[in-house]
Structures are given as structure tokens and as C-alpha cells.
């Protein structure tokens, strides 16, 4: 296994447009985390998956955010009606949790969006 | 409610010199830290992490970290800074409980002058 992989590295898109971002976690990991990252800041959680079930979203995750998770394996986070505030580097993270164990996660290379 | 502060967003040292990077948390409740770098246009790495084990915590990259709960302070050190470790750095907490989100620092970006 190579570790987290996102999909697409770069994406610019005009303003109002959708666009959708993949995750590919490390295959035995159960956790899935997504953040938002923009320059000059730290990340800032957006969501969290265990297997398939969304457990928690942050209230930076507008109407216009969906992320999904469908299998319990890769997930996807679309932004529909893009704006220029959308414009960050999105990072995909993954982890083995449950039981009381926690480990650390790793993180993608993230999805560096611009919206034009 | 809980946050991380990182005490200077830019730091710069001499090849060879120690380096120091602060992280404060707030909580009465010790939570998981983290230290991760992330290079430009990469995602993070997981430098080292304190768990509430040993309190002094080694990392990879010769880095390690403190952890002390009088001061709740985990800032990160190593002691002879080489070129290769320019990069930007983020101190984390996780709670513990249901919350498995990391809380994030606004960073450290440091500088190593040759």
C-alpha cells in the first residue's frame, strides 16, 4: 500500500461550477477524515467517516459541500455551485480506530483547488 | 472552547542550531499531541505523537517534544538544525471521546540559514 492517494493533485474551475474530489485510504484503515487547509493556515476539519456511516460534520461543511463514503472504502467530497472562498487545498486523511485504540492519521498530498 | 496556539509563525535558525517550536493547548483533560511538517505543496507527515505515556516523546528526523501539564505546553525540539528541515510545522490535539477530529495550530513555518 502507498498511503492515502487523492485525486486530482490540481483543479482550477470557474466560479459556479461543481467539482469533485476522490480519497483512497490506506486499505485497512476504517477512519476517514477530510480538512481544508488555506494558505497561511492550519487545517480545519471538515468530516469524518467511520466505514460507510458519516459521523460528524464540521459547520464549515456548507449545503453546497457533500461528502460520501459509499462502500466504506474510497469517499468523495463534491462542492457544487463553487465560489472564490472555496479555494484551498483539501486534505483526505486516514486512520484504524475503534475499540479504544486510537492511531494517528495519515494524510494525502491533497487537492489543491482554484476557483476562478 | 478547545485550541492550539503556536507561539511565532515564522522562525529562522542556523544550520547546526537548536530549534524550538512552541505549541500551547487548552484543557484540563490532557489530550492526544501531535506534531506534523508538511513541505510545499505536500501533505503532512507525523513527525511524533504523545499518547500519555513517557512525557518526553522521540520523533522521526531527530525531532522530539515535551510534554508538560503544568505549563500545557508539547513544544518541539532538535538539537542541530539541518537545511532539509525547512518545511512548515503543525502542533495537534485530538480529545479524547467521541471526537476523532485533530485541531490544528496556524502553523510554524521554519527557516534554516546556511
Known amino acids: 500500500d502507498t498511503g492515502v492517494s487523492q485525486d486530482p493533485r490540481h483543479k482550477i474551475t470557474k466560479r459556479g461550477q461543481n467539482v469533485t474530489f476522490r480519497c483512497d485510504p490506506i486499505s485497512e484503515h476504517n477512519r476517514l477524515y477530510w480538512y481544508r487547509q488555506t494558505l497561511g493556515q492550519g487545517p480545519e476539519f471538515l468530516t469524518y467517516f467511520q466505514n460507510e456511516a458519516q459521523l460528524e460534520k464540521s459547520r464549515l461543511l456548507s449545503d453546497r459541500f457533500s461528502a460520501e463514503r459509499p462502500k466504506g472504502s474510497f469517499s468523495t467530497l463534491e462542492i457544487q455551485r463553487t465560489e472564490q472562498g472555496d479555494s484551498a487545498m483539501y486534505l483526505c486523511a486516514s486512520s484504524l480506530g475503534g475499540g479504544g485504540t486510537m492511531s494517528e492519521a495519515f494524510f494525502g498530498q491533497g487537492t489543491r483547488l482554484t476557483v476562478v | 472552547a478547545q485550541s492550539v496556539t503556536q507561539l511565532g509563525s515564522h522562525v529562522s535558525v542556523s544550520e547546526g542550531a537548536l530549534v524550538l517550536l512552541r505549541c500551547n493547548y487548552s484543557s484540563s483533560v490532557p489530550p492526544y499531541l501531535f506534531w506534523y511538517v508538511q513541505y510545499p505543496n505536500q501533505g503532512l507527515q507525523l513527525l511524533l505523537k504523545?499518547?500519555?505515556?513517557?512525557?518526553l516523546v522521540k520523533g522521526i528526523n531527530g525531532f522530539e517534544a515535551e510534554f508538560k501539564k503544568s505549563e500545557t505546553s508539547f513544544h518541539l525540539t532538535k538539537p542541530s538544525a539541518h537545511m532539509s528541515d525547512a518545511a512548515e510545522y503543525f502542533c495537534?490535539?485530538?480529545?479524547?471521546?467521541?471526537?476523532?477530529?485533530?485541531?490544528f495550530g496556524t502553523g510554524t513555518l521554519l527557516a534554516v540559514q546556511p
Open positions: 495537534a490535539v485530538r480529545y479524547g471521546g467521541a471526537t476523532n477530529k485533530l485541531i
Open positions: 504523545y499518547t500519555s505515556a513517557a512525557t
